[in-house]
């Protein structure tokens, strides 16, 4: 089955006891036995949900992985992978890294004696000079946020494979349809289902994919075990996202493209940070890994002011001002006073998130009102 019928079709099939073509949303937290220990394979509703067993399945085809686990956040399945370590081991992450995931690190983990280290790996061979003997997880995100680096996740997987450490990919921002890491060698993958996979804004949910037998079962003890599972109502309203997720990707990375377009020829924007671009640092690695190229940009003005940045904001009217992303309407950002704004001024002066640097999730609106929009809200800036 290629992707665009995977979507539709993976891992579902109609319900066998009334013909439903959709997934029923299996409501139960328990199930009957007929004696001890004689049941159909479901016994609690934390541990297994045939809803969410069709999601997991739908997942794992989707990332060409043998197994999908979800739970009831993207964080929460980034919890799962870094307690599958111990006191003592280390982990090198992505240095531009989703600020969630950040926190979760240094603020949770540390205290429980697992180290990490952040660093640039903008040029994968970097990397090699913070492996120890202790380093067990390589962290990768790509593209990073919001400044649209792009990580080589082959060659990263192969210093992994050569050092013995496992290497994860958080794909959330290029999805299954742009990007599939396990295929360039990565041992994981993680996703925000919340993103672009379920794709309305309307649900909070995560998932891990892999090949890996032992991985997957260390990881299913975990989701049981500490017990962030999604619920069957949530799944369902991913499992609903998914079917349409190749169309709504065509289309955010038409509109992307034309956006990224537009604002590199307006007089008022300095920088476009959109990994389609020529112009782009590792636009050659992007080709390579990806797809296409997505409809998540981040621009800077000439004027570079707060003043400049909150003029846009309060003209802007179609891309709505919030956090998240990957949703069918478009959304508008303000790293550094929303997303990024724990980061010291000069730290993220550093990486080129300047005060008034703007992030874009575009939509799949009509372009034209979308330009029409960015037009207005430009104007003389
Ligand atoms: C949103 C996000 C997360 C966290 O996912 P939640 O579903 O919000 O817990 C992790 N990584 C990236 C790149 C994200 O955008």
Redesign the pocket.
């Known amino acids: 089955m290629r992707f665009n019928t995977k979507t539709i079709h993976a891992g579902v099939s109609p319900d066998p006891s009334t013909g439903a073509i959709m997934t029923p949303i299996f409501q139960t937290s328990t199930y009957v036995q007929s004696a001890p220990g004689d049941h159909k394979g479901y016994e609690y509703g934390r541990t297994q949900n045939p809803t969410r067993d069709a999601l997991q399945k739908n997942l794992a085809a989707l990332e060409n992985g043998k197994y999908g686990l979800c739970y009831s956040?993207?964080?929460?399945a980034?919890d799962a992978v870094v307690k599958t370590l111990k006191p003592g081991d280390e982990v090198i992450a992505t240095n531009d890294l989703?600020g969630?995931?950040y926190r979760l690190f240094v603020k949770v983990f540390e205290k429980y004696g697992i180290k990490f280290r952040f660093v640039n790996m903008s040029h994968a061979e970097d990397v090699v000079k913070f492996i120890t003997p202790a380093t067990k997880l390589l962290w990768i995100?790509t593209p990073t946020?919001p400044m649209m680096n792009i990580i080589d996740i082959e060659a990263l997987s192969k210093i992994g494979k050569t050092h013995h450490i496992t290497v994860c990919v958080?794909n959330?921002?290029a999805s299954p349809y742009l990007q599939n890491p396990l295929d360039l060698g990565a041992d994981l993958v993680?996703h925000?289902?919340?993103?672009y996979i379920s794709g309305h804004s309307d649900v909070?949910?995560?998932a891990l994919i892999t090949n890996n037998e032992a991985l997957y079962e260390d990881l299913k003890f975990i989701q049981n075990a500490t017990g962030a599972t999604p619920g069957p109502q949530d799944c369902f309203l991913v499992l609903r996202g998914i079917k349409t997720l190749h169309v709504r990707m065509q289309r955010h990375c038409e509109n992307g493209a034309a956006v990224a377009r537009f604002l590199e020829a307006h007089p008022s924007i300095d920088k476009v940070y959109w990994c389609g671009l020529e112009t782009h640092p590792n636009h050659d690695i992007a080709k390579k890994q990806m797809r296409d190229f997505g409809g998540m940009i981040s621009f800077t003005f000439k004027k570079d002011t707060m003043e400049t940045a909150l003029t846009f904001l309060k003209r802007i009217e179609l891309f709505a001002l919030a956090e998240?992303?990957g949703g069918v309407e478009s959304l508008v950002g303000h790293p550094a006073s929303m997303t990024h704004a724990s980061i010291p001024r000069e730290e993220r002066l550093k990486n080129g998130l300047t005060d008034a640097l703007i992030r874009l999730s575009v939509g799949i609106e009509d372009i034209n009102d979308l330009l029409e929009d960015l037009t207005q809200a430009l104007k003389g800036l």
Do not use: A, P, R
């Not at 925000?192 to 993103?195: A, G, M, P």
């Open positions: 956040t993207g964080l929460g980034i989703y969630g995931t995100e946020n958080d959330t921002f993680m925000s289902l919340t993103k909070v949910m995560g998240s992303l």
